[in-house]
Protein backbone atom coordinates (compact mmCIF):
# COMPACT_ATOMS: atom_id res chain seq x y z
CA UNK A 1 0.00 0.00 0.00
CA UNK A 2 2.48 2.45 0.78
CA UNK A 3 4.21 1.54 -2.01
CA UNK A 4 1.52 2.45 -4.49
CA UNK A 5 1.10 5.68 -2.78
CA UNK A 6 4.18 6.56 -3.16
CA UNK A 7 3.89 5.66 -6.89
CA UNK A 8 1.22 7.98 -7.36
CA UNK A 9 2.85 10.67 -5.73
CA UNK A 10 5.46 10.23 -8.01
CA UNK A 11 3.66 10.69 -11.41
CA UNK A 12 1.69 13.15 -10.00
CA UNK A 13 4.59 15.39 -9.37
CA UNK A 14 5.70 14.34 -12.99
CA UNK A 15 2.57 15.44 -15.27
CA UNK A 16 1.81 18.92 -12.13
CA UNK A 17 2.98 22.12 -14.25
CA UNK A 18 5.00 24.38 -13.04
CA UNK A 19 4.54 26.70 -10.54
CA UNK A 20 3.25 29.85 -12.69
CA UNK A 21 1.72 28.09 -15.58
CA UNK A 22 -1.53 28.98 -16.91
CA UNK A 23 -3.26 27.10 -19.59
CA UNK A 24 -4.43 29.41 -22.63
CA UNK A 25 -5.13 27.60 -25.64
CA UNK A 26 -6.33 23.96 -25.73
CA UNK A 27 -7.36 21.94 -28.53
CA UNK A 28 -8.60 18.99 -30.02
CA UNK A 29 -9.65 18.21 -33.61
CA UNK A 30 -9.52 16.04 -37.22
CA UNK A 31 -6.16 15.60 -38.41
CA UNK A 32 -6.89 17.65 -41.88
CA UNK A 33 -5.22 21.04 -43.40
CA UNK A 34 -6.77 23.91 -41.71
CA UNK A 35 -6.22 27.22 -40.30
CA UNK A 36 -6.97 27.52 -36.78
CA UNK A 37 -6.63 31.07 -34.47
CA UNK A 38 -5.44 31.00 -31.04
CA UNK A 39 -5.84 33.48 -28.61
CA UNK A 40 -3.96 36.73 -29.04
CA UNK A 41 -0.99 36.56 -26.72
CA UNK A 42 0.89 39.08 -25.75
CA UNK A 43 4.40 39.95 -26.92
CA UNK A 44 7.88 39.30 -25.29
CA UNK A 45 6.11 36.52 -23.14
CA UNK A 46 7.12 32.87 -22.85
CA UNK A 47 5.07 30.58 -23.90
CA UNK A 48 4.97 26.71 -24.43
CA UNK A 49 2.87 24.89 -27.21
CA UNK A 50 2.92 21.20 -27.55
CA UNK A 51 1.16 19.89 -30.48
CA UNK A 52 0.44 15.75 -31.00
CA UNK A 53 -1.16 12.89 -33.44
CA UNK A 54 -2.88 10.63 -31.38
CA UNK A 55 -1.32 7.81 -33.18
CA UNK A 56 1.77 7.49 -35.41
CA UNK A 57 -0.52 5.24 -37.37
CA UNK A 58 -2.10 8.06 -38.84
CA UNK A 59 0.34 8.37 -41.42
CA UNK A 60 0.88 6.03 -43.93
CA UNK A 61 4.96 5.69 -45.28
CA UNK A 62 4.40 9.00 -47.75
CA UNK A 63 2.09 10.77 -45.45
CA UNK A 64 3.25 13.98 -43.91
CA UNK A 65 1.81 17.01 -42.05
CA UNK A 66 3.07 20.34 -41.38
CA UNK A 67 2.56 22.09 -38.64
CA UNK A 68 3.04 25.39 -38.61
CA UNK A 69 2.24 28.46 -35.36
CA UNK A 70 2.70 31.82 -37.47
CA UNK A 71 1.68 35.38 -37.14
CA UNK A 72 0.65 36.95 -40.05
CA UNK A 73 3.82 35.81 -42.76
CA UNK A 74 6.18 35.50 -39.63
CA UNK A 75 6.95 31.96 -38.59
CA UNK A 76 7.69 31.42 -34.61
CA UNK A 77 7.70 27.15 -35.16
CA UNK A 78 7.29 24.76 -37.29
CA UNK A 79 7.76 21.22 -38.13
CA UNK A 80 6.79 18.71 -40.35
CA UNK A 81 5.32 15.48 -38.41
CA UNK A 82 5.43 11.80 -39.81
CA UNK A 83 5.17 8.11 -39.00
CA UNK A 84 8.59 8.34 -37.00
CA UNK A 85 8.17 11.86 -35.34
CA UNK A 86 3.83 12.53 -34.78
CA UNK A 87 4.63 15.36 -32.55
CA UNK A 88 6.07 18.98 -31.27
CA UNK A 89 6.82 20.87 -28.64
CA UNK A 90 8.72 23.75 -28.31
CA UNK A 91 8.61 27.30 -26.21
CA UNK A 92 8.43 30.39 -27.58
CA UNK A 93 7.41 34.30 -27.02
CA UNK A 94 5.33 36.18 -29.55
CA UNK A 95 7.53 38.83 -31.24
CA UNK A 96 4.40 41.13 -31.82
CA UNK A 97 0.74 41.68 -30.96
CA UNK A 98 -0.84 40.14 -34.04
CA UNK A 99 -3.38 37.37 -33.54
CA UNK A 100 -1.27 33.83 -33.78
CA UNK A 101 -2.95 31.03 -36.03
CA UNK A 102 -1.42 27.31 -36.13
CA UNK A 103 -1.55 26.02 -39.77
CA UNK A 104 -1.88 22.49 -40.72
CA UNK A 105 -0.97 21.12 -43.65
CA UNK A 106 -1.14 17.60 -44.73
CA UNK A 107 0.21 15.68 -48.07
CA UNK A 108 0.69 11.84 -48.71
CA UNK A 109 -1.53 9.40 -46.84
CA UNK A 110 -2.64 10.84 -43.82
CA UNK A 111 -5.26 8.59 -42.23
CA UNK A 112 -8.54 9.31 -40.34
CA UNK A 113 -7.12 10.58 -36.50
CA UNK A 114 -7.33 13.26 -33.98
CA UNK A 115 -4.92 15.52 -32.65
CA UNK A 116 -4.50 18.01 -29.33
CA UNK A 117 -2.95 21.33 -29.26
CA UNK A 118 -1.95 23.55 -26.19
CA UNK A 119 -0.59 26.47 -25.16
CA UNK A 120 0.63 27.37 -21.92
CA UNK A 121 1.95 30.57 -20.62
CA UNK A 122 5.24 30.50 -18.51
CA UNK A 123 6.69 32.71 -15.98
CA UNK A 124 7.83 35.74 -17.41
CA UNK A 125 11.09 34.72 -16.23
CA UNK A 126 11.05 31.46 -16.80
CA UNK A 127 14.96 30.28 -18.43
CA UNK A 128 13.63 28.88 -21.66
CA UNK A 129 14.67 28.57 -25.14
CA UNK A 130 11.91 31.00 -26.95
CA UNK A 131 11.42 30.84 -30.95
CA UNK A 132 11.64 32.20 -33.15
CA UNK A 133 15.71 31.88 -32.71
CA UNK A 134 16.66 30.59 -36.21
CA UNK A 135 19.20 33.53 -36.80
CA UNK A 136 21.64 35.59 -35.46
CA UNK A 137 19.37 38.50 -35.41
CA UNK A 138 16.57 36.70 -33.50
CA UNK A 139 18.95 34.41 -31.14
CA UNK A 140 18.15 34.69 -27.38
CA UNK A 141 20.44 36.37 -25.40
CA UNK A 142 22.16 34.28 -22.41
CA UNK A 143 23.67 35.83 -19.56
CA UNK A 144 27.25 33.81 -18.72
CA UNK A 145 26.12 32.01 -15.65
CA UNK A 146 22.67 31.22 -16.91
CA UNK A 147 21.32 28.27 -17.37
CA UNK A 148 18.16 28.23 -20.12
CA UNK A 149 16.13 25.35 -20.59
CA UNK A 150 15.87 24.40 -24.22
CA UNK A 151 14.05 21.67 -26.78
CA UNK A 152 15.49 20.77 -30.14
CA UNK A 153 12.04 18.69 -31.21
CA UNK A 154 11.42 21.73 -33.96
CA UNK A 155 13.71 20.11 -35.95
CA UNK A 156 14.00 16.74 -37.62
CA UNK A 157 14.06 13.95 -35.72
CA UNK A 158 16.28 11.93 -37.74
CA UNK A 159 18.82 13.87 -39.11
CA UNK A 160 19.26 14.07 -42.89
CA UNK A 161 21.30 15.65 -45.36
CA UNK A 162 19.21 19.41 -46.63
CA UNK A 163 18.81 17.71 -50.26
CA UNK A 164 17.01 14.86 -48.74
CA UNK A 165 14.79 17.05 -46.16
CA UNK A 166 14.29 19.39 -49.40
CA UNK A 167 12.84 16.31 -51.37
CA UNK A 168 10.63 15.04 -48.46
CA UNK A 169 9.12 18.62 -47.62
CA UNK A 170 8.56 18.97 -51.47
CA UNK A 171 4.81 17.34 -51.68
CA UNK A 172 3.90 19.70 -49.10
Known amino acids: MIR ?74 EKVLHLGDADLFSTFSPPNDLPVELRLESSGTVHPSRYSVEIDSLPAAAPVEREPNNTWRQANEIALGTTIFASADDVPYVPLSTAKQASLQSGL
Open 4 to 77: QCLLFLLAASVVAAPPGTQNVFRKAGVLETAAIAAPRLAPGVPYSFAFSVDSPDAFGPDGRLRVRLAQGSVTII
